[in-house]
T-cell receptor, first 115, second 114 residues
């Protein structure tokens, strides 16, 4: 297993366009998390899934953001009508609730630039 | 979420020990203390975690104060590859296994000099 993967790694879009990012977690992990990170700040939690159920969503998350994990495997994060303030690194992480696994494993992130 | 306070930056020389402090005076009894680090242009990476007792693993040691209001991450011999942002995070255990969201602060930027 090569770890958590995210695609694309970079995305440049014009303000007002919709974008979708994909995250493939470590295969046996049932939890999947999305975070957003702006320059000089720590990652900010957006939402997380256990299997296909979305268990928590940040109150700061705009209605323009939606995430899915339809079969409990990969996840997509969609941003509608992008704004310049959406420019950030979007990080995905996964973890397992079985055994004594405490770690969240992060992917390399998708860097979004809204022009 | 209980908050943590860390110095903005610290410096060390290669092959010397590094002690990274974290204050968490509002910690509750169910909060675990986690440390993650983020190397340049990478996602965060788990380092270590603990509840009450000091912990050791291959990467680092975690020393937890008796009142749990502070902790220290110890890198025994810093290398250039340890230069990163180190985050101290509190998270509530969910049944003793994994956890929900991680609430990151700004972390401590560690610079290691050759």
């Amino acid at each position: 297993d090569t770890g958590v993967s995210q695609n694309p790694r970079h995305k440049i879009t014009k303000r007002g366009q919709n974008v979708t990012f994909r995250c493939d977690p470590i295969s046996e992990h049932n939890r999947l998390y999305w975070y957003r990170q702006t320059l000089g700040q720590g990652p900010e939690f957006l939402t997380y899934f256990q299997n296909e159920a979305q268990l928590e969503k940040s109150r700061l998350l705009s209605d323009r953001f939606s995430a899915e994990r339809p079969k409990g495997s990969f996840s997509t994060l969609e941003i509608q009508r992008t704004e310049q303030g959406d420019s950030a690194m979007y990080l995905c992480a996964s973890s397992s609730t079985s055994g004594a696994s405490y770690e969240q494993y992060f992917g390399p992130g998708t860097r979004l630039t809204v022009t | 979420d209980a908050k943590t306070t860390q110095p903005n930056s610290m410096e060390s020389n290669e092959e010397e020990p590094v002690h990274l402090p974290c204050n968490h005076s509002t910690i509750s009894g169910t909060d675990y203390i986690h440390w993650y680090r983020q190397l340049p242009s990478q996602g965060p990476e788990y380092v270590i975690h603990g509840l009450t007792s000091n912990v050791n693993n291959r990467m680092a040691s975690l020393a937890i104060a008796e009142d749990r209001k502070s902790s220290t991450l110890i890198l025994h011999r810093a290398t250039l590859r340890d230069a990163a942002v180190y985050y101290c995070i509190l998270s509530v255990s969910a049944g003793g296994t994994s956890y929900g969201k991680l609430t990151f602060g700004q972390g401590t930027i560690l610079t290691v000099h050759p």
